[in-house]
Protein backbone atom coordinates (compact mmCIF):
# COMPACT_ATOMS: atom_id res chain seq x y z
CA UNK A 1 0.00 0.00 0.00
CA UNK A 2 1.50 3.19 -0.73
CA UNK A 3 0.53 5.04 2.22
CA UNK A 4 3.54 7.86 2.14
CA UNK A 5 3.00 11.09 -0.10
CA UNK A 6 5.82 12.76 -1.14
CA UNK A 7 5.57 16.20 -1.82
CA UNK A 8 7.61 19.38 -4.29
CA UNK A 9 7.54 22.52 -4.45
CA UNK A 10 9.07 25.94 -5.35
CA UNK A 11 8.65 29.75 -5.55
CA UNK A 12 11.14 32.13 -6.43
CA UNK A 13 10.29 35.18 -4.53
CA UNK A 14 11.77 37.70 -2.60
CA UNK A 15 11.90 37.52 1.12
CA UNK A 16 14.27 39.45 3.32
CA UNK A 17 17.05 38.25 4.81
CA UNK A 18 16.25 39.26 8.26
CA UNK A 19 13.18 36.93 7.96
CA UNK A 20 14.67 34.08 6.68
CA UNK A 21 16.04 32.78 9.86
CA UNK A 22 12.76 32.80 12.14
CA UNK A 23 11.23 31.53 8.90
CA UNK A 24 13.25 28.66 9.22
CA UNK A 25 13.18 28.11 12.92
CA UNK A 26 8.98 27.64 12.31
CA UNK A 27 8.71 25.50 9.30
CA UNK A 28 11.34 23.16 11.26
CA UNK A 29 8.95 22.97 14.35
CA UNK A 30 5.56 22.59 12.22
CA UNK A 31 7.62 19.88 10.19
CA UNK A 32 8.57 18.11 12.83
CA UNK A 33 5.43 18.64 14.63
CA UNK A 34 3.80 16.70 11.92
CA UNK A 35 6.48 13.70 11.78
CA UNK A 36 7.58 14.80 8.70
CA UNK A 37 11.08 14.36 6.74
CA UNK A 38 12.65 15.84 4.04
CA UNK A 39 14.44 18.98 3.29
CA UNK A 40 13.44 22.71 2.81
CA UNK A 41 15.68 25.40 1.47
CA UNK A 42 15.21 29.06 1.74
CA UNK A 43 16.75 31.70 0.74
CA UNK A 44 16.25 35.73 -0.28
CA UNK A 45 15.30 34.20 -3.27
CA UNK A 46 12.39 31.71 -2.69
CA UNK A 47 11.74 28.18 -1.18
CA UNK A 48 12.64 24.60 -2.77
CA UNK A 49 11.24 22.03 -0.91
CA UNK A 50 10.82 18.11 -0.87
CA UNK A 51 8.15 16.58 2.05
CA UNK A 52 7.31 13.55 2.46
CA UNK A 53 4.91 12.11 5.03
CA UNK A 54 1.38 10.62 5.73
CA UNK A 55 -1.92 12.16 3.85
CA UNK A 56 -3.01 14.03 6.89
CA UNK A 57 0.41 15.62 7.87
CA UNK A 58 1.10 16.43 4.67
CA UNK A 59 -2.03 18.54 3.97
CA UNK A 60 -1.67 20.70 7.59
CA UNK A 61 1.48 21.59 6.14
CA UNK A 62 0.64 22.41 2.58
CA UNK A 63 -2.09 24.38 4.57
CA UNK A 64 0.50 25.62 6.98
CA UNK A 65 2.52 26.83 4.28
CA UNK A 66 -0.33 28.92 2.27
CA UNK A 67 -0.74 31.11 5.39
CA UNK A 68 2.02 33.07 4.54
CA UNK A 69 0.69 35.26 1.76
CA UNK A 70 4.10 35.28 0.04
CA UNK A 71 3.59 31.03 -0.38
CA UNK A 72 -0.04 31.31 -0.75
CA UNK A 73 -1.35 28.87 -3.49
CA UNK A 74 2.01 27.41 -4.05
CA UNK A 75 1.89 24.52 -6.87
CA UNK A 76 2.59 21.12 -5.38
CA UNK A 77 3.59 18.00 -7.02
CA UNK A 78 2.84 14.77 -5.36
CA UNK A 79 4.24 10.79 -5.97
CA UNK A 80 3.77 7.97 -3.81
CA UNK A 81 5.81 5.11 -1.98
CA UNK A 82 5.50 2.42 0.44
CA UNK A 83 8.21 3.88 2.63
CA UNK A 84 9.33 6.94 4.35
CA UNK A 85 12.52 8.27 1.48
CA UNK A 86 14.12 10.69 3.68
CA UNK A 87 15.77 10.35 7.15
CA UNK A 88 15.51 13.65 8.71
CA UNK A 89 14.08 16.43 8.51
CA UNK A 90 16.59 19.89 7.59
CA UNK A 91 15.54 23.25 6.65
CA UNK A 92 18.53 24.76 5.33
CA UNK A 93 19.00 28.80 4.60
CA UNK A 94 21.04 28.94 1.64
CA UNK A 95 22.40 31.48 -0.97
CA UNK A 96 20.09 30.37 -4.11
CA UNK A 97 17.51 27.78 -3.70
CA UNK A 98 18.93 26.07 -6.71
CA UNK A 99 22.60 26.55 -7.48
CA UNK A 100 23.43 27.96 -11.06
CA UNK A 101 25.84 30.76 -9.81
CA UNK A 102 25.01 34.02 -11.33
CA UNK A 103 23.16 36.85 -10.00
CA UNK A 104 21.55 38.47 -12.90
CA UNK A 105 19.30 35.74 -13.32
CA UNK A 106 16.19 36.17 -11.18
CA UNK A 107 13.35 34.32 -12.29
CA UNK A 108 11.02 36.45 -9.93
CA UNK A 109 11.16 38.88 -12.56
CA UNK A 110 12.12 37.71 -15.67
CA UNK A 111 11.48 34.22 -17.34
CA UNK A 112 10.55 32.01 -20.31
CA UNK A 113 6.66 31.25 -20.19
CA UNK A 114 5.25 28.07 -19.33
CA UNK A 115 4.59 25.32 -21.57
CA UNK A 116 1.53 22.51 -20.07
CA UNK A 117 2.40 18.90 -20.37
CA UNK A 118 -0.79 18.88 -22.66
CA UNK A 119 0.55 21.13 -25.20
CA UNK A 120 3.90 19.68 -25.21
CA UNK A 121 2.32 15.98 -25.94
CA UNK A 122 0.35 18.19 -29.00
CA UNK A 123 3.56 19.89 -29.85
CA UNK A 124 5.76 16.69 -29.73
CA UNK A 125 3.23 14.83 -32.19
CA UNK A 126 2.53 17.59 -34.93
CA UNK A 127 6.03 19.58 -34.45
CA UNK A 128 9.20 18.68 -36.12
CA UNK A 129 11.51 21.76 -35.44
CA UNK A 130 11.02 21.60 -31.58
CA UNK A 131 14.61 21.31 -29.27
CA UNK A 132 13.68 19.59 -25.89
CA UNK A 133 16.62 20.63 -23.69
CA UNK A 134 16.97 18.72 -20.63
CA UNK A 135 18.54 20.65 -18.21
CA UNK A 136 19.80 17.79 -15.74
CA UNK A 137 22.60 15.90 -14.99
CA UNK A 138 24.21 13.70 -17.20
CA UNK A 139 23.27 10.61 -14.51
CA UNK A 140 19.86 11.58 -14.33
CA UNK A 141 19.73 12.04 -18.45
CA UNK A 142 20.91 8.36 -19.03
CA UNK A 143 18.39 7.03 -16.46
CA UNK A 144 15.08 8.42 -18.31
CA UNK A 145 14.47 11.22 -20.03
CA UNK A 146 11.96 12.28 -23.50
CA UNK A 147 13.13 10.81 -26.54
CA UNK A 148 15.39 12.93 -28.83
CA UNK A 149 16.07 15.30 -26.05
CA UNK A 150 19.69 17.26 -26.11
CA UNK A 151 21.52 16.02 -23.37
CA UNK A 152 24.22 19.33 -22.72
CA UNK A 153 26.49 16.69 -20.23
CA UNK A 154 26.31 18.22 -17.01
CA UNK A 155 28.22 17.88 -14.40
CA UNK A 156 26.19 20.08 -12.15
CA UNK A 157 23.82 22.66 -12.72
CA UNK A 158 25.74 25.46 -12.79
CA UNK A 159 27.68 24.06 -15.79
CA UNK A 160 24.60 25.22 -17.91
CA UNK A 161 26.41 28.16 -18.85
CA UNK A 162 29.24 26.92 -20.19
CA UNK A 163 27.01 24.21 -22.03
CA UNK A 164 25.00 27.21 -23.94
CA UNK A 165 28.03 28.92 -24.86
CA UNK A 166 28.95 25.45 -27.51
CA UNK A 167 25.80 24.95 -28.98
CA UNK A 168 25.55 25.95 -32.63
CA UNK A 169 24.42 29.55 -32.87
CA UNK A 170 21.31 28.05 -35.36
CA UNK A 171 20.12 27.01 -31.98
CA UNK A 172 19.02 30.72 -30.81
CA UNK A 173 16.17 31.08 -34.23
CA UNK A 174 14.99 27.15 -32.61
CA UNK A 175 12.25 26.96 -30.41
CA UNK A 176 12.96 25.55 -27.51
CA UNK A 177 11.69 23.51 -24.69
CA UNK A 178 13.47 23.53 -21.38
CA UNK A 179 12.64 20.73 -18.50
CA UNK A 180 13.85 19.15 -15.35
CA UNK A 181 12.37 17.21 -12.94
CA UNK A 182 9.77 19.46 -11.24
CA UNK A 183 10.71 22.97 -12.97
CA UNK A 184 13.01 24.80 -10.81
CA UNK A 185 15.79 24.43 -12.76
CA UNK A 186 14.28 25.66 -15.88
CA UNK A 187 13.21 29.17 -14.49
CA UNK A 188 16.81 30.05 -14.45
CA UNK A 189 17.79 28.11 -17.61
CA UNK A 190 15.40 29.36 -19.49
CA UNK A 191 15.59 33.02 -18.11
CA UNK A 192 19.62 32.66 -19.02
CA UNK A 193 18.98 31.33 -22.95
CA UNK A 194 16.59 34.55 -23.14
CA UNK A 195 19.34 36.72 -21.79
CA UNK A 196 21.83 35.38 -24.15
CA UNK A 197 19.89 35.74 -27.21
CA UNK A 198 17.52 32.67 -27.68
CA UNK A 199 14.27 34.13 -28.89
CA UNK A 200 11.36 31.72 -29.01
CA UNK A 201 11.99 29.93 -25.28
CA UNK A 202 9.68 27.71 -22.95
CA UNK A 203 9.55 25.92 -20.09
CA UNK A 204 7.60 23.00 -19.36
CA UNK A 205 5.52 23.89 -16.68
CA UNK A 206 6.19 21.60 -13.58
CA UNK A 207 8.77 19.72 -14.96
CA UNK A 208 8.85 16.01 -15.63
CA UNK A 209 6.80 15.02 -12.47
CA UNK A 210 3.89 17.37 -13.74
CA UNK A 211 3.99 15.70 -16.91
CA UNK A 212 3.85 12.14 -15.68
CA UNK A 213 0.74 13.26 -13.73
CA UNK A 214 -1.08 14.51 -16.98
CA UNK A 215 0.51 12.64 -19.90
CA UNK A 216 2.02 9.50 -18.79
CA UNK A 217 4.58 7.55 -20.42
CA UNK A 218 3.63 9.35 -23.79
CA UNK A 219 7.47 10.13 -25.95
CA UNK A 220 9.35 9.39 -22.45
CA UNK A 221 11.52 6.58 -22.09
CA UNK A 222 12.72 5.22 -18.86
CA UNK A 223 11.81 6.46 -15.16
CA UNK A 224 12.54 9.92 -13.85
CA UNK A 225 15.27 10.43 -11.17
CA UNK A 226 14.79 12.30 -8.32
CA UNK A 227 16.89 13.52 -4.83
CA UNK A 228 15.31 11.21 -2.62
CA UNK A 229 15.52 7.33 -1.46
CA UNK A 230 13.54 6.12 -3.51
CA UNK A 231 16.08 7.36 -6.17
CA UNK A 232 13.07 7.22 -9.38
CA UNK A 233 9.78 7.01 -10.19
CA UNK A 234 7.97 6.21 -12.83
CA UNK A 235 5.19 7.68 -14.89
CA UNK A 236 2.39 6.65 -12.85
CA UNK A 237 5.01 8.21 -10.00
CA UNK A 238 5.24 5.37 -7.93
CA UNK A 239 9.14 4.22 -7.04
CA UNK A 240 10.94 2.58 -9.54
CA UNK A 241 14.03 0.40 -8.19
CA UNK A 242 17.30 0.69 -10.07
CA UNK A 243 18.68 -2.39 -8.58
Not at 68 to 77: C, G, H, I, M, R
Not at 160 to 182: M, W
Not at 215 to 234: K, L, M, N, Q, W
Amino acid sequence: MLSIINITAYRFVQLSDSFLAKLQISIKSKAKELGLKGTVLLSVEGINLFISGEKDAISTFQNFLNSYSFFKNLEFKKSFSNFQPFKKMLVKVKKEIITFGIDSIDPAKHTAPYITPEMLNIWLKNRTDLVLMDTRNTFEVELGSFKNALNLDLKRFRDFPNAVKELPEKFKQLPIITFCTGGIRCEKAAAYLLENGYTEVYQLEGGILNYFEKCGETHFEGPCFVFDGRASVTPSLESFSLI
